[in-house]
């Protein structure tokens, strides 16, 4: 009886699950990086953009739908790479989303800085719903007065429901 159960539980998941890989139910934007982390940056709303079409990144990357989906960091960077305590930066994050069935997925970004090798803070993730092709997002956020001089490590975090990936940028407080 137990194992009639699990299995039912276990059968719902994965219908939940299914129907929103295929676009059931859509997720909205959450703007969650507007607001103060716990070390006192503030995120501004972020800016998105779709910098190549799905075409375009199937030809770039020579995606086969056989070999599934791809979730791909292209590339993240900081600018300016020195700033000032209480400067604003501008965060800049590419990334590729192909499936073979071309259909929007959900996917979750998320931002953490470090100092020393200690975490500072970690921004909540923001989830929403991308089609298939390449994506810019751009934010800004400013650092707090309180800033101590030195080296930092921004780690974007991207995930979807086959995969995730992160990358590092670095950038200078004097």
């Known amino acids: 009886m137990k194992n009639k159960r699990r299995c ?7 219908l939940i699950s299914l129907g929103t890989l295929c676009g ?14 716990p070390w006192g940056i503030r995120w501004d709303e972020p800016q998105e953009s779709r910098a190549a079409s799905r075409e375009q990144a199937v030809s770039k990357y020579n995606y086969c739908p056989t070999g599934g ?9 900081v600018r300016p790479l020195r700033a000032r305590k209480g400067e604003s930066l501008t965060l800049t994050t590419s990334y590729t989303i192909l499936t073979p069935e071309q259909t929007s997925i959900p996917v979750t970004i998320s931002r953490e800085i470090f100092f020393q090798g200690k975490s500072l803070g970690k921004t909540k993730e923001m ?6 092709g390449t994506w810019t997002q751009e934010v800004n956020f400013t650092l707090p007065d309180n800033a101590s001089a030195g080296d930092y490590t921004l780690v974007t975090t ?5 995969g995730m990936d992160s990358k590092n940028a670095q950038f200078s407080v004097y």
């Open 8 to 14: 039912g539980w276990l059968g719902l998941m994965l």
């Open 24 to 37: 059931a139910a859509p997720i909205a934007a959450q703007p969650i990086f507007t607001g103060d982390t």
């Open 158 to 162: 991207m995930g979807a429901p086959y």
């Open 69 to 77: 989906c791809m979730l791909r960091l292209d590339s993240v960077q």
């Open 127 to 132: 989830e929403s719903r991308k089609a298939n």
